[in-house]
């Protein structure tokens, strides 16, 4: 059965001062994302304010357990970065 599932990421950028700045941030991290893992990654929200961001993570597979695992992972790795300053996360399986 195929499994799509979704990481909702609410964040603010620490100690960004400009849209520039933010953009560099998350170029970063959605690059070192990308090179890990085969997700697709999108900046929903806030794309207009330079230290709030929306980021989408979906993945889609016929293992359910392997999305979960995979979107636990970049939350993860957000975490861990200390750029961000998560303010919710939440996974959701789609369909």
């Given at each position: 059965?195929?499994s799509?599932?979704?990481?909702?990421?609410e964040?603010?950028?620490?100690?960004?001062?400009s849209?520039?700045?933010?953009r560099?941030?998350?170029n970063s991290?959605?690059?070192?994302?990308?090179?890990?893992?085969?997700?697709?990654?999108?900046?929903?929200?806030?794309?207009?304010?330079?230290?709030?961001?929306?980021?989408?993570?979906?993945?889609?597979?016929?293992?359910?357990?392997?999305n979960?695992?995979?979107?636990?992972?970049?939350s993860?790795?957000?975490?861990?970065d200390?750029?961000?300053?998560?303010?919710n996360?939440?996974?959701?399986?789609?369909?």
């Amino acid at each position: 059965m195929i499994s799509v599932k979704v990481l909702i990421v609410e964040a603010v950028i620490i100690g960004s001062k400009s849209l520039k700045e933010k953009r560099a941030v998350l170029n970063s991290i959605k690059g070192s994302i990308a090179s890990k893992f085969n997700v697709s990654i999108s900046e929903l929200d806030y794309l207009d304010k330079w230290q709030r961001t929306l980021l989408g993570f979906a993945v889609i597979s016929n293992n359910g357990k392997l999305n979960e695992t995979t979107l636990e992972k970049i939350s993860e790795i957000i975490y861990l970065d200390g750029r961000l300053e998560i303010l919710n996360s939440t996974i959701e399986e789609l369909g």
